[in-house]
Nanobody, 122 residues
Framework: QVHLVESGGGLVQPGGSLRLSCAASGNIIEINAMGWYRQAPGKQRELVARFTGGGSTNYADSVKGRFTISRDSAKNSVYLQMNSLKPEDTAVYYC????????????????WGQGTQVTVSS
């Protein structure tokens, strides 16, 4: 079992920055994939950025060049640095993890955090 806790969300003006954190606990040694997803009201949950099983990264086209995913294995944490935020980035952001080297679809991830709200507005 893996437990994920996100933090770092909030209200920010367009063009601003936020850094999200996700701390993992439990059977961390079994994690092979971790990523960030988001869900805006009335929309499906979508990939933001993730580490693949091989350690490479995937980004949604809409965030490339603005968001950066990183991790600290010693702290069992993954981060999402979000720069140049836009109103369309407003959503609940979720951390996800799985024991397998899964693909990008949300349904493939077994473990999810509770989510953290990011609101981009002037």
């Amino acid at each position: 079992q893996v437990h994920l806790v996100e933090s770092g969300g909030g209200l920010v003006q367009p063009g601003g920055s936020l850094r999200l954190s996700c701390a993992a606990s439990g059977n961390i040694i079994e994690i092979n994939a971790m990523g960030w997803y988001r869900q805006a009201p009335g929309k499906q949950r979508e990939l933001v950025a993730r580490f693949t099983g091989g350690g490479s990264t995937n980004y949604a086209d809409s965030v490339k060049g603005r968001f950066t995913i990183s991790r600290d294995s010693a702290k069992n944490s993954v981060y999402l640095q979000m720069n140049s935020l836009k109103p369309e980035d407003t959503a609940v952001y979720y951390c996800a993890a799985d024991e397998e080297s899964v693909g990008p679809a949300p349904y493939e991830y077994e473990y999810w955090g509770q989510g953290t709200q990011v609101t981009v507005s002037s």
